[in-house]
């Protein structure tokens, strides 16, 4: 049951109009739809009128009619995923009806309930959850909804303008909404509920009064208002960057606490994970407002890079997402720290999407074949895919991205097209070529770059020689060299940039085409140290042999502030690994010296971002330093670790205090970004200041977390009190705070999380008490995430527990979750599909784990892919 992108082809029927009504029951909602149905003349139109193919999935079939006309039962089959109708003209309005159970719907995919209130998520495939439908992003439709429920779900929502309301004969209400643009059935969305909302508005640069209004539960009303500002500052930043105005009257947001991703963009109602969307600084961390900001972008930023122009199929779903996600993530750049914000972004990349591109499942920007859509919404399609988009933005330049970005909506508004055809408008706008750029969307695995250097005192010349190569992926043999941007710079042995052209721009971007490439600089008048890909100009690995010294030069010097980061981050790896080394040979662990002279004088340095500080005296994880090995041994990582963080934590002791104290200056929270930034820098002082287990520091954790300022400093100092404080203590501590916050579901998850996530606190047997705690709940994916996730993804100690116990209860969860949410069964099975990274101890245990897993009886679709590939390879 795999699906190619080869096999596409265009549908035979087009949808010009769905009506649909709704009559809302948790256990028996009848589905109307009446649609107006039409062959679709780009189809081959010879010989007979095909049939109808509509998806369909656990629906319970009532009635099917063609133009009023109630169809025999021998004009159409149900099969398990859909209906066969027999056609016998070219035009006819079908009316289905059906009935649904959404208080039984626990894959949160179709119509479901969430605290009593129903909602929708159809992305990617969840639209034959609801009813009869060619359920495919290129059959496009103008809808309208009309819902019908009882008076104890007085908001009643869907997409569009709401153009009619009333009350039924037994005095039930029932709304009517159109959306004037045609869509794809997957951006369909219907909300009921006894909602509250806050209203705000927008006014477009062409002067549209649009009326934005967010719902929650009654109980979040008061967490709505940094959202409501995210999406005001979205609005503006989409007209000011890409000339990209709203297009109805409304907007909205709901928020609900059962979802499987972060938040839904569609049409006009943009559905939210309540922990995307809801925070108060009292019960939100910085990261939260920062994810929040950006969330809100990325969703609101679809109406024009998804909505407007969407996917064709879904192996273009990088079309969207990656554009979109590169679009947030300029915009977070615009609103924080540009620089702080591509550190975060590069980490994921490395940690999760490297590992990705390793692993079995590992697949190109542009799949080209699947057997579970939802098993794509990955790192490589969304993050990679960002990638790729911003190369092409370096390669162009900001304006003749922006030509692109312009040809693109305006040639493609209303249409379902193809990654080609995002290239070719960024081509045409510019008489660009980008011929051998599109081998990034087809090519899986992460490049490897080795980069040599000479220098030719007597020529003044400097000769750069890169070489790539890509490693084999399943499927994938034999990569062919790529187009890449090497954004590089010189520096000079005082720090200074040495200029590379006539126009001293200072930075060059080399263009990188060919497996090994030399490129040359005239007029060097000294041996320069390179500062290669800066900004992380391509989605590689880099390889040059900085030694120590050249590192500790770059972490002072460099004026990029992504390579000053990555010398750091070098240096860390480096004696990480090192000491990785030492402990498998049983040796002596030796204090990294070089790291901690660099940290010590970063630390010094007051002029430097103090989040930037903070993200250079942050150790690779756990998980990044397993991407970078191989035949890994969990205990040996976990251990040099602890070992680096001690000697840092004990040599820089004093400097550490001392800047904990000079920033520890009690001022009114504000999630903006310079505050940000001093809290980060704070709270990993506090950390180190912590891990010495000195009793002076845990009191100063201690008084930080009493005084209750704001979630960021509370929740980190907690983290810092369970991580390497008195048992004892951190159980008054755990048991405290949760007394205060156990009404507020996203607090709870972030108790839970700290928790499961703890390498000292969070042991199995805790975990399993976690899960019989009366605020946990199987059937919410933010609290299987919190705990099963922050143990096997965030606990590396833990879970990698030499007895092999945390496979094991890994597999368990598994195999439950897919009973009831297949969705999040396949992602949450993720660290037992890199087995083969381990070396052979883990590496059978974990097998074996995936292979019981195997072995559990029928498993999703979801699942099946997931765990077949990966004990394939
Ligand atoms: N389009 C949504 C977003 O990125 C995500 C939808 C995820 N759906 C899924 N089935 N995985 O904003
Ligand atoms: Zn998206």
Redesign the pocket.
């Known amino acids: 049951q795999t699906i190619f992108l080869k096999d596409y082809q265009v549908p035979d029927y087009l949808i010009d109009r769905t009506d649909l009504t709704f009559d809302l029951d948790p256990q028996a909602t009848l589905v109307k739809s009446r649609l107006q149905v039409r062959r679709n003349p780009a189809a081959d139109a010879s010989g007979d009128l095909p049939p109808l193919w509509l998806d369909g999935v656990d629906l319970e079939l009532l009635s099917v009619a063609v133009d009023g006309e109630l169809l025999p039962a021998q004009r159409y089959s149900e099969q398990t995923d859909g209906l066969l109708l027999t056609v016998d003209k070219e035009s006819f309005v079908l009316e289905v009806q059906t009935r649904i159970a959404p208080e039984s719907n626990t894959s949160l995919e179709g119509l479901y309930l969430s605290n009593g209130m129903y909602c929708t998520q159809c992305e990617a495939e969840g639209f034959r959850k609801i009813t009869f439908y060619p359920d495919r992003p290129d059959v496009m439709s103008v809808f309208t909804t009309t819902i019908v429920a009882p008076a104890t779900y007085p908001v009643l929502l869907s997409n569009g303008n709401k153009i009619d309301s009333g009350t039924t004969e037994d005095g039930r209400l029932c709304v009517t909404w159109e959306d004037p643009f045609a869509k794809p059935s997957y951006l369909f969305a219907l909300v009921a509920g006894d909602l509250q909302f806050v209203e705000d508005h927008f006014t477009t640069s062409s002067g549209r009064k649009v009326t934005l209004q967010l719902f929650t539960e009654p109980k979040n009303i008061g967490k709505t208002a940094h959202a409501m500002e995210s999406l005001k500052k979205s609005m503006k930043w989409d007209e000011e960057v890409y000339g990209r105005e709203y297009d109805l009257d409304i907007f909205m947001i709901v928020a609900v606490d059962h979802f499987n991703m972060g938040a839904m963009?569609n049409k006009g109602l943009n559905i939210f994970n309540s922990a995307c969307v809801l925070a108060s600084p009292e019960t939100a961390t910085d990261a939260a407002f920062q994810r929040i900001e950006a969330i809100v972008a990325?969703?609101y930023f679809?109406n024009w890079s998804?909505n407007r122009v969407t996917c064709r199929d879904w192996f273009q779903l990088s079309l969207?997402?990656g554009f979109?996600?590169f679009r947030d993530a300029e915009f977070s750049a615009d609103m924080n720290s540009r620089g702080v914000k591509r550190i975060e972004d590069v980490t994921l990349l490395r940690t999760a999407q490297f590992a990705e591109d390793a692993g079995p499942m590992s697949h190109p920007v542009r799949p080209d074949s699947y057997m579970e859509i939802s098993n794509f919404y990955t790192l490589t399609v969304?993050e990679k895919g960002a990638e790729v988009v911003r190369m092409i933005h370096r390669l162009l330049g900001a304006e003749a991205f922006r030509r692109g970005s312009d040809l693109y909506f305006e040639r493609h508004d209303g249409c379902a097209v193809t990654c080609e055809d995002f290239v070719a408008a960024m081509e045409d706008a510019n008489g660009a070529d980008l011929t051998l750029f599109r081998r990034w969307y087809s090519q899986g695995g992460t490049p490897v770059l080795d980069v040599e250097d000479k220098y030719d005192a007597e020529a003044q010349e400097y000769h750069l020689t890169i070489r790539q190569h890509t490693p084999d992926t399943p499927g994938q043999t034999d990569k062919q060299p790529l187009h890449m941007p090497i954004a590089v710079s010189l520096l000079g042995a005082d720090g200074r940039e040495l200029s590379l052209d006539q126009e001293a721009s200072i930075e060059r971007v080399l263009h990188l085409t060919e497996a090994t490439q030399t490129f040359t600089f005239a007029d060097i008048p000294e041996r320069p140290l390179p500062s290669l890909l800066r900004g992380f100009s391509a989605p590689v690995k880099l390889r040059y042999r900085y030694t120590s010294d050249q590192l500790l030069f770059l972490m002072q010097y460099d004026t990029d502030s992504f390579n000053r980061w990555d010398a750091s981050q070098r240096l860390a790896f480096e004696a990480l690994e090192q000491l990785q080394r030492a402990y498998r040979a049983g040796g002596e662990m030796q204090a990294p010296e070089a790291l901690l002279q660099g940290l010590s004088a970063v630390l010094e340095n007051t002029q430097l971002d103090p989040a930037l500080v903070a993200k250079m005296l942050t150790l690779p994880s756990p998980q990044e330093l397993a991407e970078h090995g191989d035949a890994i041994d969990a205990q040996a990582i976990v251990a040099a670790r602890v070992f680096v963080r001690d000697s840092i934590a004990k040599a820089l002791a004093s400097r550490f205090l001392k800047r904990y104290q000079s920033l520890d200056q009690r001022k009114p929270y504000q999630p903006v970004a310079e505050d940000i930034a001093e809290r980060s820098l704070k709270n990993t002082c506090l950390s180190y200041l912590c891990a010495t287990g000195s009793a002076d520091a845990l009191a100063l954790a201690e008084s930080q977390f009493m005084r209750k300022e704001n979630m960021t400093d509370v929740a980190a100092a907690l983290a810092a009190l369970i991580e390497f404080g008195p048992a004892d203590q951190a159980e008054e501590h755990l048991e405290s705070f949760y007394q205060q916050w156990q009404q507020d579901t996203q607090v709870v998850e972030t108790w839970f999380g700290l928790q499961a996530g703890s390498a000292n606190y969070g042991t199995l047997g805790r975990v399993r008490e976690l899960m019989s705690h009366p605020a946990f709940e199987f059937t919410n994916p933010n609290k299987v995430r919190a705990v099963v996730g922050g143990f096997a993804m965030r606990n590396f100690a833990q879970f990698h527990q030499e007895d092999g116990t945390g496979y094991e209860f890994l597999a368990e969860q598994v195999i439950a979750l897919d009973k009831l949410n297949p969705q999040i069964a396949a992602r949450i099975v993720t660290p037992l599909t890199r087995w083969r990274k381990y070396r052979t101890l883990e590496a059978e245990q974990i097998r074996s784990a995936l292979q019981r897993v195997s072995d559990s009886g029928e498993l999703s679709r979801d699942l099946y892919e997931v765990v077949s590939k990966a004990l394939e390879n």
């Open positions: 963009e990325h969703e679809h998804g969207k997402e979109t996600v969304y």
